[in-house]
């Protein structure tokens, strides 16, 4: 089945540490999304990236980085830099990046730190 | 900014009631319109989308939305919920000519009783 695999599905971290979430995507979709879920907040972009070797900061970019070496991959690092890292993070990708494109999203990880 | 508003934050139904859950968007240009809905432990799915054409727009499981421009509105309507219609429901707004990024309201909790 074509989809979108985040992993981990739960992470806990202390505080001070950097922490890599996977994101991996089957459909060969060019662009891929970053949001940051919390509750009364809705989603917020975190990074994009319209196609490999390429990224942009979304609303929310500080405290975050991320990579797209190769088409199907973009994961997000959540660094020490971040001061309020606890949340549920959610990936999606889209066929192309015009404004007529829908996304599809990943079941999501969930980040606590101690 | 462009920013999309959610009116309520929590709705309670008893099963067979009528549901419209409110959006209202700030931006002037030519928009694309979202509803995505998030059922218990499950990903983020799409309900309808509005591009052009008819402003009545009809998604999956009996839900509808109507595009009414000059209230910068997309309201989501279903004539009779069900139990399982319980889930945190997303108005996004995509603004034509800036890609594919999407820009989410704060969320409705719906919670059906049966």
């Known amino acids: 089945d074509g989809g979108i695999t985040q992993s981990p599905k739960y992470l806990f971290r202390k505080e001070g540490q950097n922490v890599t979430l996977s994101c991996e995507q089957n459909?060969?979709?060019?662009?891929m999304y970053w949001y940051r879920q919390d509750p009364g907040q809705g989603l917020r972009l975190i990074y994009y990236?319209?196609?490999?070797?390429?990224?942009q900061k979304g609303d929310i970019a500080e405290g975050y980085s991320v990579s797209r070496e190769k088409k199907e991959s973009f994961p997000l690092t959540v660094t020490s830099a971040q001061k309020n890292p606890t949340a549920f993070y959610l990936c999606?990708?889209?066929?192309?990046?015009?404004?007529?494109?829908?996304?599809?999203f990943g079941a999501g990880s969930r980040l606590t730190v101690l | 900014a462009q920013s999309v508003s959610q009116h309520n934050h929590h709705v309670i139904l008893s099963e067979a009631a009528s549901l419209e859950l409110g959006c209202n968007y700030s931006?002037?240009?030519?928009?694309?319109l979202f509803w995505y809905v998030q059922y218990p432990g499950q990903h983020l799915q799409l309900l309808l989308k509005?591009?052009?054409?008819?402003?009545l727009v009809k998604g999956i499981k009996g839900f509808e939305a109507e595009f009414i421009k000059s209230k910068f509105s997309f309201n989501l309507r279903k004539p009779s919920v069900q139990w399982s219609d319980t889930a945190e429901y997303f108005c996004?707004?995509?603004?034509?000519?800036?890609?594919?990024?999407?820009?989410f309201g704060q969320g409705t909790e719906l919670s059906v009783k049966p």
């Open positions: 999606a990708s889209s066929l192309g990046f015009s404004g007529a494109n829908v996304l599809t």
């Open positions: 459909l060969n979709h060019d662009a």
């Open positions: 990236s319209q196609i490999v070797n390429d990224f």
């Open positions: 931006y002037g240009g030519t928009v694309n």
């Open positions: 509005y591009f052009s054409g008819d402003p």
């Open positions: 996004a707004l995509m603004i034509y000519n800036q890609g594919g990024k999407l820009i």
